[in-house]
């Protein structure tokens, strides 16, 4: 059974910084691309970031390149996504999932095994 675990949500000042992280209890993690994904209320499900499986690649959305980073060390079977520069707009849950359909990072049809989510707020 694959569980995934985020954390690292809150409230924050716009301008502010969080980092998010996500667990994940995966056989052979490094085998698997992760993504973050955020969703807020009354929008569709947005893609955030994703790495490969070995870190050597990294893929963002447009509304969060030079903003966000995602990294992950498989030793710990964790992915992080550090924000920095956060606006209100980033006000959302924020979900890490499990790449495993497919070859495309960007949509979540691609995913499977995600978790609970996290909730991120960002104050004007």
């Known amino acids: 059974q694959v569980q995934l675990v985020e954390s690292g949500g809150g409230l924050v000042q716009a301008g502010g910084s969080l980092r998010l992280s996500c667990a994940g209890s995966?056989?052979?993690?490094?085998?698997?691309?992760m993504g973050w994904f955020r969703q807020a209320p009354g929008k569709e499900r947005e893609f955030v970031a994703a790495?490969?499986?070995?870190?050597?690649?990294?893929y963002y959305g447009d509304s969060v390149k030079g903003r966000f980073t995602i990294s992950r060390d498989n030793a710990k079977n964790t992915v992080y996504l550090q924000m920095n520069s956060l606006k209100p707009e980033d006000t959302a849950v924020y979900y890490c999932?499990?790449?495993?359909?497919?070859?495309?990072?960007?949509?979540?049809?691609?995913?499977?095994?995600w978790g609970q989510g996290t909730q991120v707020t960002v104050s004007s």
């Open positions: 999932a499990v790449r495993v359909f497919g070859n495309t990072y960007y949509y979540p049809t691609s995913y499977a095994f």
């Open positions: 995966v056989r052979t993690f490094s085998s698997y691309g």
């Open positions: 790495i490969t499986g070995s870190g050597g690649m990294t």
